[in-house]
């Protein structure tokens, strides 16, 4: 790793560290994502580059124990797959889903999920389409819009959103069983009359 990645990585084991709840899985688009282009305008023959701080964030999720994946809709898989061989970075993801599709990434999470068994809701997912965020928020994983690429700033808002989703649903949740608990006495009270 460049000294340039060794700084981003340490700050980006600061951000995680920052957080009590994390998720089990973080997801990655590749196109303005990951890297600056779009696979499909790129030669297999070329070196190709990541973001500056892309490289130092999959790392310190590595280091944390936080799997990763890849959801690109990518009509040129092959390109991929090759650029991720030659930025040795390929390992790092236990799931590759690369393929075009015109599912908005829907398809891509459903096999993810079922490759994983990770629940929608215990993802993170970084995309530069406003469209595929939509989508997968729907499915319940929490979603985030990089507009210049992944970097620690998408990184800590990512880990809150996630953090402040989880709390959400657990009160949800406690809600909804004091609620379906109290249901349940006023209909044995009525039943007891």
């Not at 920052?18 to 282009?37: H, R």
């Not at 999720?61 to 090759?82: E, V």
């Amino acid at each position: 790793m460049a000294m340039g990645e060794e700084k981003v990585k340490a700050e980006a084991m600061q951000i995680i560290g920052m957080f009590q709840i994390l998720p089990k899985l973080v997801v990655f688009d590749l196109d303005y994502t990951l890297w600056p282009f779009y696979c499909e305008c790129r030669s297999k023959r070329e070196m190709p580059s990541l973001y500056p701080h892309a490289k130092g964030i999959l790392y310190a999720l590595k280091d944390k124990g936080i799997d990763m994946a890849i959801a690109s809709r990518s009509p040129t898989p092959d390109i991929a797959k090759t650029f991720l061989e030659k930025l040795s970075i390929k390992s790092m993801f236990v799931v590759q889903e690369i393929f075009s599709s015109w599912t908005h990434k829907t398809e891509h999470f459903q096999r993810i999920h079922s490759r994983t068994g990770v629940p929608f809701n215990s993802m993170l997912f970084f995309d530069d389409e406003d469209r595929n965020i939509q989508a997968v928020s729907k499915m319940g994983a929490t979603s985030i819009l990089v507009g210049n690429g992944v970097n620690l700033g998408a990184l800590r808002q990512g880990l809150t959103k996630f953090s402040q989703n989880v709390i959400t649903s657990e009160k949800n949740k406690q809600r909804w069983l004091k609620f379906s608990q109290k249901s349940d006495s006023s209909k044995k009270k009525k039943e007891q009359d």
